[in-house]
């Protein structure tokens, strides 16, 4: 059984690490330093998934696991990964999501396994970090990359990058809009409703309207209450990522560009 998890699920995700870099090594000839998958790690957290073996005792009864990395213990068997990101500073100034890798161990093929880890990171963009659109490079030569791509997912070609590669090959630049998936970011107003809820006219009983509402006891406290003479506290929302020099992490002479 295979299970599909967040890297950042996982008790102890830096210890996936190296299987995370096996899996990379095995399958692709773009490879990047233990540290830029440390960096995907801790600046987005929530977009890279890998697919892992679901251990014979589960994850938590497995003594093995608990201390995995000491001593020489098991860690489960990575099958898959995608190392996904934010770009840092997108030329077009749109704030999209990129997919820097992703494989499948040839054992594992053929079952689905890319398709739900590229759905999974591409759900986590849009709605964690609200990316208008995702982009990726695959080799022209590679076609079931492009079939997954293209067909399965729905990406399309934006342009060929001429000699894109390291080797010469040239790459598509794909992308996908994410604009549909992503969730209703408006701040609830004092009711608490969603600005967006409130459009549309007067509130049925029953459906949470005023009526509803109706306080039905003495006051309790005044958590959460305005208090007289004061502002309210703003929610503030505050921009993640920061731009660290990423492009000193990736191993160069494996391939010309950073994908
Ligand atoms: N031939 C044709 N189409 C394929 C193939 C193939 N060998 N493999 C996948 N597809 C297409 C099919 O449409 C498939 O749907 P179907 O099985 O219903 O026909 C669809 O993709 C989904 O397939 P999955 O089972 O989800 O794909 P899988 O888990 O086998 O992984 C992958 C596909 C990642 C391309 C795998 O073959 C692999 O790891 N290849 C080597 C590494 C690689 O090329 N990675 C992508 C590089 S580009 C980048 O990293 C941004």
């Known amino acids: 059984m295979v299970d599909i998890l967040p890297l950042s699920s996982y008790p102890s995700y830096i210890n996936l690490l190296p299987s995370i ?3 990379n090594i095995t399958n692709l000839p773009e490879n990047y330093f233990l540290k830029y998958y440390l960096y995907h ?12 073996m679901r251990p014979k005792n589960g994850y938590r009864h497995n003594k093995k696991l608990s201390g995995a990395g000491v001593g020489g213990e098991e860690y489960p068997k990575v099958v898959g990964y995608v190392l996904a990101k934010m770009e840092e500073e997108p030329v077009d100034g749109v704030p999209h999501g990129h997919i820097t890798s992703l494989s499948v161990m040839r054992t594992h093929r053929r079952l689905g396994i890319a398709e739900r880890l590229m759905r999974m990171s591409q759900r986590a963009m849009a709605e964690s970090h609200r990316a208008h659109y995702v982009s990726l ?7 079931a990359a492009l079939r997954l791509y293209r067909d399965t997912l729905g990406f399309e070609v934006e342009k060929v990058e001429s000699k894109y590669y390291a080797d010469g090959e040239d790459a598509y630049a794909m992308r ?8 209703d970011w408006s701040e609830p107003d004092d009711d608490g409703q969603k600005e967006s809820k409130k459009e549309g006219g007067e509130k049925k009983s ?21 208090e007289d003479g004061k502002e309210k506290e703003k929610m503030v929302r505050v921009k993640v990522g920061r731009g660290l020099g990423v492009g000193d992490l990736v191993e160069r002479n494996e391939s010309v560009k950073s994908s």
Do not use: Y
């Not at 996908?176 to 969730?183: I, P, R």
């Open 21 to 23: 870099q096996t899996c």
């Open 206 to 226: 029953g459906d949470g309207g005023d009526d509803d509402n109706q306080d039905e006891g003495d006051e309790v406290g005044s958590l959460g209450k305005k």
């Open 41 to 52: 790690a801790l600046t987005w957290p929530q977009l890279s998934f890998v697919a892992v």
């Open 176 to 183: 996908m809009d994410l604009k549909n998936m992503w969730v």
């Open 137 to 143: 490079h695959v080799r022209v030569s590679n076609t």
